[in-house]
Every structure is written in C-alpha cells, then in structure tokens.
C-alpha cells in the first residue's frame, strides 16, 4: 500500500531520534507500565512539524500527497484531511459557503454540528422534514418532492445541507434532491459523515460526491480504520479550495495530531485494498441469514453496513441494548423500537458467527409485534428559522408545563446527536412526550443539568403592554 504520510513518519523512527521539541512524551519514552503497553508506540508517530513531516496548514509534502491520493480516490478536486471529526469539516463548508442573511435549505434532521454551523454563519435556515418510514418510523431522508417545495416557497435560497446517509443507514431520494438544488442554482453541501465507504462498492447506495455534491464531508472514523477524529473535506472544484482552506485555518487546531492524520493516509490505502470486493454482498448475505432464523428481526435500510434490529415485544431499545450487552455485544445505540449495530467492512470470519449465534439465542422464544409508531417525532414539513435573532432573558420552567413556550437551549438526544430542539424553537406537544419518554428509559440527552430534575431552560415571554411606544 501506499501510504506516503505513514512511511515517512516510520522512516522518521527508524532513525531512533532524540526528541527535544514537542510532544511533551519524547516519542514515548517518559511512560512507564502499564501505560507504556498501550501509547509508546503509538507516541513514537506522534510527531510535529519536523523536516520531511510537512505542515497540514500549508502542506506541500507528504500530506499534500496524501491528500491528493485520497482526492483521486473520491474522485473529487481536492480533499482535505481533518483532525476535528466531521465537526470540523460541517462548520468550515457552511461558512465557506455561506454568507450572513442568506437563506439555506437545511435537512432538519442533521447533526448538532450542521445546527452550530448555520448559527456562526449567521444564515435563515429553511427547514425541511425528512421522511418517515411508516414500518420502522425510522427518518429516511428528505423526498426530491419536498426539496422541489422548499424552492418554491424560498426562490431565492442559496444552498441546500443535507445529512446522508443517516445514522440508520438511509439516504433517502438524494440524487432528486441535489438535481431539484442544481436546477436551483443553489450549492449543495452534504454532512456524509457515516459515508466514508460507499464509493467502495457499487451495490452500496450512491455517494454525495457521485450524485453531483459541491462539498461533502466524510468521518472516515466512523465506518472506516482510521482513528477517532480523523475525518475528510472534498471539494467538487479547485474553486472552493481557497475560501475553505481560510475557514479551516481559524478553526482546526494549529497542533494536529500526526497519529490521526497518518491514519486517514491508511484508511485511504485500506480502502483501495478492498477494490473489486463484493463488501455489500457479504453483509446482505449476513442480513439473510439473521432474517432466516428469525424473520422480522432485521429492519430494512438502504446502506447494509447499518444492521438494525427490531426489539422485541415487552422491551423498550435501552433495556434490549443493555441485555444484549451482557453477551459480549455491544451495538452503536438504541430508541424505542430498534437497537443499531454499525458492521464491519471486511473479515467475516472474524464476527459473523460469533454475531449470529449469539444475535439467534438472544431472539429466542421472543414476539416480534409490528408496531406502527414514529421512533422519533416528525417535524414541521417547511419552516424558516433565522440564526440572527439576539438572545432573549431565560427561565426555567417545569417540562409538563413547557408546551408553547421557546426554547433557550438545544435539547440533543445523544446518539444520534440530532437536536430535538434548536434555540427559539416551540416546544410542541409531540416533541415534549418523545423527550419525557427518552428521559423516563434513562436515555442520554445533551443539555443542562436541569433538564434532570424535570426543568427545560426556556426564554422569557415579552409582556407587550411592557414594551416602550414607538
């Protein structure tokens, strides 16, 4: 494999270099056991700006060879590799892309990153809701329909955001989508986050950048072996590389981490490695084999990578995910209705039979009842929501008597990490029963502490016969 970035921080060891610059752990050797077992070689490649190691902010060597392996893999102009997750990456396109006051047609269902993207950017968020399908109740992605409206309604929209695959595994209509956008004039950014794999094989769905995305960023963490916050930046044209190599300048860290950055340039490699491999055939032939043994366990999706099971009758997803734990299995997250295991690429031998005899035994004896109910609550089809409104006086108030009132903090089951409630959204009613479920099954939730003892921070109502005249 070719990994330009790797083999010169390895050659760099080779050499058994005395360490007088930073890192502080001398390539290791400050540790002693047990410690030591697990971070002295992985410190030895955690380098900094040394001759021969290029510079991510300016790169002109390894990592710029590195990056333009991985653009020519994607099949994009340019890509950058990112050491703050898709965080990162979500944040620098919409402010690259984006100016203050202009309106953007966002998915509603995104990561809290997206939402934190538009705030800074100052944008009128056009909200659209995405799909839910009726058997799973499970958000499929927004319909070319939908889409077709949001224009419609908001001509002069500049963008359109969206999030796919989801967390589940589906991409929804996203080609339609992006072409109702182009036809549109806007620019199309897609958070892909749980995406880095599919241009692997063809029999997985379409990938942002295939379908014709301007940027997409990708979590190359997340499906594929590269470490924790290692991600990428792709952009369709060399045109948009200045204004987002500006934002990712202000917003990545002047110190990034070698070891991530040397593991995007292997994921990159690994996933060249596995051309010509029937990937999607192998987990859909798994999926088989679980529907045989015990039909309806397995929850139909678009991206089989993402292997959702139905819980049982008699058990909510928390308590299912926490017995499935004492088996030795332990699954991304839980709702209600499903627990979500995200698969392994490659090796079957390695997990499938272990998976499958132990997935049989749990499921034994067990009722599947067809429940038609919506995992998540729906959201309004098209709304605006400016990000320019100035922040109000707050107060907490008791949740059961929240509905109404506006909401002065995100409220963010996590995972997925998709915000319930956006700061100056209403609080509906549905939405309120969905949080007093999740909170009353001991799911976690992203907010303040008072959110604990049966409070939501809200903001203030304006009495109008207060307010000075004109």
């Not at 050499?15 to 002295?40: C, D, Q, W």
């Not at 998540?376 to 008791?398: C, G, K, M, N, Q």
């Not at 799911?443 to 939501?456: D, N």
Request: hydrophobic share 40%; net charge negative.
């Amino acid at each position: 494999m070719d990994c330009p970035l790797f083999e010169q921080l390895f050659q760099h060891d080779q050499r058994a270099p005395i360490s007088m610059h930073v890192p502080g752990h001398k390539n290791g050797n400050l540790l002693s056991p047990p410690y030591s077992t697990y971070f002295e070689q992985i410190m030895r490649l955690d380098q900094t700006e040394l001759p021969g190691l290029d510079d991510l902010h300016d790169s002109s060597g390894v990592i710029l060879e590195a990056e333009r392996l991985a653009a020519r893999q994607y099949g994009c102009a340019r890509t950058f590799f990112l050491v703050g997750g898709s965080t990162l990456g979500n944040l620098t396109m919409i402010l690259a892309f984006f100016h203050r006051g202009e309106q953007v047609l966002v998915q509603r269902d995104v990561h809290q990153s997206v939402v934190h993207g538009l705030e800074m950017a100052g944008v009128e968020a056009i909200f659209i809701a995405p799909e839910i399908d009726r058997g799973s109740g499970l958000a499929t992605g927004v319909s070319e329909a939908t889409v077709a409206q949001g224009f419609a309604c908001y001509p002069e929209a500049r963008g359109l955001l969206l999030s796919s695959p989801s967390y589940y595994g589906y991409v929804g209509e996203l080609e339609g989508a992006m072409a109702v956008a182009k036809r549109n004039g806007a620019h199309v950014l897609v958070d892909e986050a749980h995406g880095a794999h599919l241009h692997i094989d063809s029999a997985f769905p379409v990938s942002a950048l295939a379908a014709g995305a301007d940027a997409v960023v990708q979590s190359a963490h997340k499906t594929l072996p590269a470490l924790t916050m290692g991600a990428f930046l792709h952009l369709r044209s060399k045109a948009d590389e200045s204004r987002c190599r500006y934002w990712l300048q202000r917003l990545q860290t002047s110190s990034p981490s070698y070891p991530v950055l040397a593991s995007l340039d292997v994921a990159r490699a690994y996933n060249a490695s596995l051309s010509g491999e029937s990937i999607a055939a192998h987990l859909q032939a798994f999926r088989g084999k679980l529907d045989e043994s015990y039909p309806g366990m397995v929850v139909e999706n678009d991206d089989p990578l993402k292997l959702i099971l139905r819980v049982p009758d008699g058990w909510n997803g928390s308590e299912w995910e926490a017995h499935l734990h004492t088996k030795g299995i332990y699954p991304e997250l839980s709702d209600r209705r499903h627990v979500l295991l995200v698969l392994p690429l490659q090796h079957p031998r390695y997990w499938e039979g272990v998976l499958l005899t132990a997935l049989i035994a749990l499921y034994e004896k067990e009722q599947l009842e067809d429940r038609h109910e919506v995992a998540f609550p729906s959201y309004p089809r098209i709304v605006s929501h400016s990000f320019r409104e100035e922040h109000r006086d707050t107060e907490l108030i008791a949740i059961n008597a929240a509905e109404g009132r506006k909401m002065a903090e995100e409220i963010i089951p996590y995972p997925p990490g998709i915000p319930l409630w956006i700061v100056g959204e209403a609080i509906d009613g549905s939405r309120l029963q969905f949080l007093q479920d999740w909170l009353a099954t001991g799911r976690h939730v992203q907010a303040s502490s008072h959110i604990h003892e049966g409070y939501l921070l809200v903001q203030k109502e304006v009495n109008v016969s207060q307010l000075p005249p004109n």
